[in-house]
């Protein structure tokens, strides 16, 4: 296999799992700041914390 194909290949995947960490890393960090889901508006999440259950 030629050597520069190769490198566009590994740094095509390079970037692709770079983009995926950081889309997995943003989910993470979104449920550390809303971990009871008060964004809803449904009002049964803060009842919950409310009780202490």
Do not use: V, W
């Not at 390079?14 to 971990?35: Q, T, V």
């Not at 964004?39 to 999440?45: A, D, H, P």
């Amino acid at each position: 296999m030629d050597p520069l194909t190769r490198y566009f290949q590994n740094n095509n995947r390079r970037e692709f799992l770079k983009k995926m960490g950081f889309g997995i890393g943003g989910l993470a960090l979104g449920y550390l700041l809303d971990p009871f889901g008060f964004g809803k508006n449904n009002g049964s999440s803060l009842t919950k914390l409310q009780k202490g259950s």
